[in-house]
């Protein structure tokens, strides 16, 4: 009975000691989790006052002074001898003084890059004025001179001389900026001075009009006059320029826009440098791959930049063709055109870089030295398709289209060149594919399969090839008006 004793009082003893070490793991939890909350909330800031007080020396208004001319409206035409003759030579007397020139001004933000005084603004606040004032926040002003404009990511680089280091503030990464991160907007809304109003990162990477665009969406409010100040992060960095809103009455609704940082400044430095944008420039003209495009070209995936158009530039030199798809440039993957556009833009002018492309079923290597955009964008591509014509005219119905191989008449009705080859759409059923992907009567398709065709003879090869290969689809070279592109239309409407 003793032993029995000890040993129900040893169990008793070792259950405690259990419900101990779990009482102590769930206290170390709770604490743990007491901990993380706490630190999260520390994370949300209680006041952004701090930061506005130590950044906004270096956020200033600007005022810009433009002459324009007077237009007191149209001068009425009133016959010699007429009546009405004297009435309107005083009418047009005493206007005389609206005729006259005058001065219109603008407001807008800006903010100081370094202590000699270069600033940042947007290109539209500043376009086509006579007179720039810069004004601080501590009351000074001056005058301000355009070191460089952008219109195409709407940024411009001022200079303002001062006696003294000025206050400044430092770009960040942009690419760091998360959706739900805190910003801060800082500018001269609506002319009434120092203004900060908060928010978040509503979104990333939009695009609104220009090829080079990478905006960051806010809900802090932006309204007219923010356009140019600065878009800070909870560390102090600029990681956008405050460009547009989107309203429907021309304030605030919580849709603002910011040029990323990482654009401005590439763009910035180059101003300064140069007092102009030096962008890279490859020379061919390109669409997005589609996934039927994809299949037909034996592609794995839906992605790349597939080329169009290979005009006289860097691209032909390096023996680039019309229907390869530029997969990978510079080292960096190619996700579509606008990635392209991007990557090549910011790539340095005569750089010599490595572009992989899909050529019929493999990757080739091509080494292009980039040329510059700014000198090439007078330039006009075109692809010139020579040879003479084999068939004699003849109609067909083929992938829910009337084709027709070129002809005298076509060629003059359409204005297709005299050395123009290929099919000429006649008709398009509306109900079918073809319809459907934009093809229309006069288009020209003058490659199938990435192969030139002359003939419906040869279309009809090029679609029985790619029966063979198994594929579902045929990939069409198609110009209109000179400008080609490429569809893909279902070999099975081929029948």
């Known amino acids: 009975m003793r032993h029995r004793a000890y040993a129900i009082q040893a169990k008793d003893q070792d259950a405690a000691a259990l419900w101990s ?60 001898g007429s009546p009405f003759e004297d009435f309107f030579k005083e009418f047009r007397d005493r206007n005389k003084d609206q005729q006259r020139p005058r001065k219109s001004s603008a407001l807008g933000s800006g903010f100081v890059i370094s202590e000699d005084g270069y600033v940042v603004t947007n290109n539209h606040v500043i376009e086509s004025a006579d007179e720039i004032s810069i004004e601080f926040f501590d009351g000074g002003v001056h005058k301000a001179k355009v070191v460089g404009t952008d219109p195409k990511t709407d940024i411009a680089l001022l200079k303002v001389e001062a006696d003294k280091p000025l206050p400044f503030v430092n770009f960040g990464d942009s690419d760091t900026a998360r959706v739900g991160d805190w910003v801060l907007a800082m500018g001269n809304p609506l002319g009434q001075g120092f203004s900060v109003s908060a928010g978040i990162v509503s979104a990333r990477n939009r695009e609104l009009s220009g090829s080079y665009d990478d905006y960051i969406q806010t809900d802090a409010a932006i309204n007219r006059g923010n356009s140019g100040g600065p878009l800070f992060n909870l560390d102090g960095e600029v990681v956008g320029v405050n460009t ?95 990635s392209l556009v991007r990557q090549v833009g910011n790539t340095e002018v005569g750089k010599t870089v490595r572009v992989i492309v899909w050529r019929g079923s493999a990757e080739e290597v091509l080494k292009v030295t980039l040329g510059r955009r700014e000198q090439a964008e007078t330039a006009v591509p075109a692809a010139q398709p020579g040879g003479e014509e084999e068939m004699a005219p003849k109609q067909q119905d083929m992938m829910g289209m009337t084709l027709s191989p070129v002809t005298p008449e076509l060629s003059t009705q359409l204005e297709l060149g005299d050395n123009a080859e290929g099919l000429v759409v006649v008709d398009v059923d509306e109900t079918s594919q073809a319809y459907d992907k934009g093809l229309r009567a006069g288009d020209l398709i003058t490659e199938a399969g990435q192969q030139k065709i002359a003939s419906l003879s040869d279309l009809e090869e090029r679609v029985s090839d790619a029966r063979d290969a198994g594929r579902k689809s045929i990939l069409l070279l198609v110009r209109r008006a000179g400008d080609p592109r490429f569809v893909a239309l279902p070999v099975d409407e081929a029948e």
Not at 29 to 48: D, E, G, N, Y
Not at 56 to 72: C, D, E, L, R, Y
């Open 21 to 80: 070490f779990r009482a102590l793991v769930t206290g170390i939890v709770v604490i743990l989790v007491m901990l993380a909350q706490s630190a999260a909330a520390q994370s949300r800031p209680s006041s952004f006052a701090d930061l506005a007080e130590k950044f906004s020396p270096a956020v200033v208004n600007i005022t810009t002074s433009t002459t324009v001319a007077g237009n007191a409206g149209a001068n009425p035409v009133v016959p010699e």
């Open 244 to 338: 547009a809103i989107l309203s429907p009455n021309g304030g605030s609704i919580g849709i603002g826009f910011s040029m990323a940082s990482n654009v401005v400044k590439r763009v910035v430095l180059q101003l300064k440098d140069f007092g102009e944008t030096r962008r890279g420039w490859l020379g061919v003209r390109i669409q997005d791959v589609t996934p039927d495009m994809a299949e037909a070209m034996d592609l794995k995936e839906a992605r790349g930049a597939l080329v169009t158009d290979v005009p006289e530039g860097p691209a032909r030199d390096s023996g680039m063709q019309a229907g390869d798809v530029i997969l990978e440039f510079d080292g960096r993957k190619v996700d579509d055109t606008r």
